[in-house]
């Protein structure tokens, strides 16, 4: 037998406020509004926090991008203007060896042409912090300047890849050499990522009367990006040969200019506009070429595309990646420069044993010098150019600008310089993560 026992009026009427909340928990309204909360847009965090006062002399805390903040009512220590320091824009005049060691802005309009809201690497946080897109103009900036100013006279048999450590800076490296290009009169066909043609985040399908897989909307996108940075440089160059796209035949008089907006036009024909373009630039002598990829070593790797019986397609079973794969391993440009470089933030992407060629484990001395070589490890077809960690001018050159743009409030010291440095061991990456850890 259960005995019933009888609460007291404290415990009653605490056992009813609870069932009150279950009751009220378990409502099909607030089960909405659980559900309609779960699929809100996240908060930006980088935007700051808006205090407005309300009539009893409270705040109230409101964040997000719509927020309307009233300044008259903000606290002037949180709250400063946005400091904009003077830069001198990178182009071929400003790339001296006076810059050493100074920031110097990347064109906007450059940065639209090749996509709009979309920058390499991680520089998108960077730019956004600094309020305009600026980039430190290095040794290895000015190293590079020179050879692609000697290659754009008689180019290299081989093509040039940068590699390093993650943040060592071989993509603002890349985008810097692609502005310089740009601002020269290059033909610049610069790829800022190349992980769209092989995370399979991008429409593909197979190619008819091939076996290589098309990626239209990716072909055609660059087509797009090439024609807006270089369409000078393209009217420039004639076909010199009917060249016939689809149903259109274009004259040996027309120009390059005429061939990619066929391209543009007709997205079915971005492929076999983009392979004849590179098929004339790169034998042409009229004006030099540019061909820059970052991520470049997704061009060796196995994609996470699929074809129709669900295996796994490698790179160079598709169509883009093909364009460009010989300039990387036999094939070279009449005039310009090649150059490509490394990313290893998606592992996956980066086939093993093209990371054993880029850093072969240290050999052991030994006195037979043929012996000594690691026959295992094939010789690069490609050029590797290491882009290096940050020399003490650099790190001062980076923290004075990072003063300027009030990212470093502190004095900007010797003794503040070397520790930094010392801490991120000269890379660029962890010292910009040392000085905005608590943004």
Known sequence: MIRATKLTQPAAKAAKYVAGI?????????????????????????????????????????????????????????????????????????????????????????????????????????????????????????????????????????????????????????????????????????????????????????????????????????????????????????????????????????????????????????????????EIASSQTVVPVFIGLDEVNTLWCKTSYRDQDDNVLPANRFRLAQSFLPFFEDRSLAKGWVIGATSYAEVRFMPRDLKTRLCPPPAIPIANPDLARDPGVAELPFDVVKVERLSSPEAWGLMQFYQKANIVTTPVTEGLVAKKWVYANGNPRQMFAGVTTYF
């Open 22 to 278: 279950r009751l009220l928990s378990s409502s099909p309204i607030v089960a909405a509004e659980k559900s309609s909360n779960a699929f809100k847009p996240k908060a930006d965090r980088t935007q700051s926090m808006a205090f407005t006062k309300k009539d009893g002399g409270t705040k109230r805390v409101r964040s997000g991008t719509t927020t309307s903040v009233n300044m008259s009512s903000a606290n002037p220590a949180y709250y400063t203007e946005l400091p904009k320091p003077k830069l001198d824009l990178l182009s071929k005049d400003t790339a001296t060896a006076t810059r050493l060691n100074t920031f110097m802005q990347i064109d906007e309009g450059f940065l639209q042409s090749t996509g709009k809201g979309r920058y390499p690497g991680h520089l998108a946080a960077d730019f956004k912090l600094f309020g305009k897109p600026a980039l430190l103009y290095r040794q290895v900036t000015q190293t590079l300047v020179d050879q692609m100013a000697q290659n754009a006279q008689t180019a290299p048999k081989r093509a040039t890849v940068l590699d390093g450590l993650n943040g060592a800076g071989k993509s603002a490296e890349l985008l810097k050499l692609a502005m310089v290009a740009a601002t020269s009169g290059h033909i610049v066909i610069y790829g800022l990522s190349t992980l769209p043609w092989v995370n399979s985040s991008r429409p593909y399908g197979p190619g008819f009367k091939s076996d290589l897989f098309v990626q239209y909307e990716l072909a055609n996108e660059l087509l797009r990006s090439v024609s807006a940075v270089s369409r000078e440089a393209l009217s420039k160059v004639p076909l010199g040969k009917s060249v016939t796209l689809g149903k259109r035949t274009l004259e040996s008089g027309k120009t390059l200019a005429d061939l990619v907006d066929i391209g543009l036009q007709t997205p079915s024909l971005s492929h076999d506009a983009l392979d004849q373009l590179l």
